[in-house]
């Protein structure tokens, strides 16, 4: 009986994607995101699934306004906003949190390959957590040895992986991450106030972490630190 309770019970999964390291077509986006899921589901044999997180860590100010469009547009995906030199470390600390938060389940991490996760990845293994690896298909073998279980991006998509330039759109704009944001009412009317007077976006805000990423003309900047 106890073993078929123990092959039975509910195996937390926990979804982290590097955007910065992994992109796809707009267009596969959706597409992509399903497979994984699938892909991670079929794995678990007689487990039960429970999707506790599904985070997409991407730098907000560079990142087309299109693609963190196209990524909220699937159900319970969560947009994270991390500066492009720091998104490995970062996912490092949420895949640590992870382990802290959550009995040993399934943990899935899609990105290429950095000596960053290493150590994260191990720590995991050993305490029971399952590690699955979604990579580009030219990984380096050391890095995909940290998995349990090994997808090729090009093979799940049954294609390349396309190729999204990550650019300034304007040489003069300057981008300011707003954080520790007051409530919502606070944080809406101040993020409106920037953007009616000034020629600005928010082109990122996430009311959980309570921060938001603000695109503005580098002539305006000097009257934006007066606000």
């Not at 990845?121 to 580009?136: A, D, E, I, M, Y």
């Not at 298909?137 to 090729?152: C, L």
């Amino acid at each position: 009986m106890d073993k078929i309770a123990h092959e039975l019970q509910e195996k937390a999964i926990v979804i982290v994607w590097d955007w910065t390291s992994v992109q796809v077509p707009i267009d596969k986006i959706s597409l992509f995101i399903s497979k994984i899921r699938s892909a991670v589901v079929e794995s678990l044999e007689k487990h039960h699934p429970r999707e506790c997180a599904f985070l997409v860590y991407c730098d907000a100010r560079f990142t087309p306004l299109a693609v963190t469009r196209e990524l909220a547009k699937s159900s319970n995906v969560d947009i994270h906003h991390i500066e492009l030199h720091e998104s490995s470390w970062g996912i490092c600390k949420k895949l640590h949190r992870f382990h802290v938060d959550y009995d040993p389940g399934v943990v899935v991490l899609i990105s290429g390959a950095s000596a960053a996760y290493g150590p994260v990845l191990t720590k995991l293994s050993r305490c029971g957590w399952r590690v699955q690896l979604f990579h580009p298909e030219n990984t380096p073998r050391d890095y995909v040895d940290y998995g349990d279980h090994n997808w090729s991006i090009e093979r799940l998509l049954d294609g390349g992986i396309g190729n999204i330039s990550i650019n300034v759109n304007f040489p003069h704009t300057v981008y300011f991450l707003v954080s520790e944001l007051c409530n919502s009412n606070e944080s809406f009317g101040f993020l409106s106030n920037v953007t009616e007077q000034y020629e600005s976006n928010v082109i990122y805000f996430n009311e959980k972490t309570a921060e938001a990423v603000i695109e503005l003309k580098a002539f305006d900047v000097e009257r934006l630190v007066w606000l």
